[in-house]
């Protein structure tokens, strides 16, 4: 990697591989796609939102990984009853 | 005491598998152990040529299954070390031959006469694969720095997993110091921070390894080649010897690159 790309802040190419295999080795171990994982993603939060309010801007789904082990990972902020039940009464 | 059995694979082709299985059974038979190696590539046989045996080859491991020959007469024994064998792939079948219950079968009459049995896998992780684990002990990875050898090598490791066979250990073939530093190659702590799997070696790029095999001369054989180093490091950790990995990074600091540029050095 030449001094220009670096002046640039064009990042370097060992960090690039390993990102995209972090990446790639997650679908790989999983047998999701990326597609599939939105998917899921996106029943996960209409199953919850059926029973509960959930703040959507601060949500956070996604895979982690614990050695060689796969996690999904769901961090979904709920809105809270007082609050809800406030808003509704405003209605 | 039984022969440990050691499988080295790989996933991708190309990555130094048979380079990595002549070098390991160098160096372990240079230190006194008794050695077989089996070249379980068929039909795409190499192993003799890289430890420069091409040229005594009778039987091979088709003729011992098929019952042409006796175990014995398949064995090529090394031109310089004396306890140091080969049982050639045959070249003109294919990997359906053999089946995972032959090479068990052979195994099982290798263990008692030998220290080690080492056991050259072809890539892929078809028949030839299943064939190659199917009697190992102990299982090791090869993989390089390098995005594809890194994903096939993270596919074998779960099917070994699966399989029952011990998540396997990692050999880093043709790491290159200098790109490393440059961070223009994956590291060795990226490659077992992606995989999580215990680490046996690092061999770092090395020429000599092109001029080894060109001569059927493992580079375990040169006392100063650098991969050579590395190679004998890992039949001593396969013998349970504590040995750490060798500082690659041989650029040195600012002063003795200074210091090289001027001569002194």
């Known amino acids: 990697m030449g001094f220009f790309d670096r002046l640039f802040g064009k990042k370097n190419s060992a960090d690039s591989a390993k990102e995209r295999l972090q990446l790639v080795l997650i679908h790989d171990r999983t047998d999701l796609t990326p597609a599939e994982l939105d998917s899921l993603k996106d029943d996960l939060i209409a199953t919850i939102s059926r029973h509960v309010e959930i703040d959507a801007q601060a949500m956070h789904i996604g895979m982690e990984h614990d050695g060689r082990s796969q996690r999904l990972v769901a961090d979904i902020p709920l809105k809270a009853a007082a609050r809800r039940r406030r808003a509704k009464r405003s209605k | 005491m039984p022969a440990q059995v050691i499988t080295i694979t790989s996933g991708k082709g190309g990555v130094g598998k048979t380079t990595a299985v002549a070098n390991i059974a160098v160096a372990l038979a240079s230190e006194g152990a008794?050695?077989?190696?089996?070249?379980?590539?068929?039909?795409?046989?190499?192993?003799?040529?890289?430890?420069?045996l091409e040229n005594r080859i009778v039987y091979d491991i088709v003729d011992v299954i098929e019952g042409r020959c006796r175990l014995r007469q398949a064995m090529i024994r090394d031109k310089k070390l004396p306890e140091l064998y080969l049982i050639p792939a045959a070249q003109t079948r294919d990997k359906n031959a053999v089946s995972p219950s032959d090479m068990n079968r052979l195994i099982k009459d290798l263990r008692n006469d030998f220290d080690f049995v080492l056991i050259d896998s072809p890539a892929g992780i078809e028949r030839g694969f299943k064939n190659a684990i199917a009697p190992a002990d102990r299982v090791l990875v090869v993989t390089n720095p390098e995005i594809s050898a890194v994903r096939d090598a993270d596919r074998v490791i779960g099917i070994l997993e699966a399989e029952e066979k011990g998540p396997g250990a990692l050999i880093i073939n043709r790491l290159n110091p200098a790109l490393v530093k440059n961070h223009d190659m994956l590291s060795a702590e990226d490659v077992l921070d992606l995989l999580a799997v215990e680490l046996i070696g690092i061999v770092p790029e090395d020429e000599n390894v092109i001029i080894g095999s060109n001569r059927g001369a493992p580079v375990a054989f040169d006392p100063k080649s650098r991969a050579g180093q590395a190679f004998r490091n890992i039949a001593k950790r396969l013998r349970g010897e504590k040995v750490p990995f060798l500082d690659l990074d041989n650029t040195g600091g600012f002063w003795q690159r200074l210091q090289r540029l001027a001569g002194r050095k």
Do not use: A, P, T, W
């Open chain 2, 34 to 52: 008794k050695v077989v190696c089996i070249d379980g590539d068929i039909g795409l046989r190499n192993l003799d040529v890289i430890l420069g």
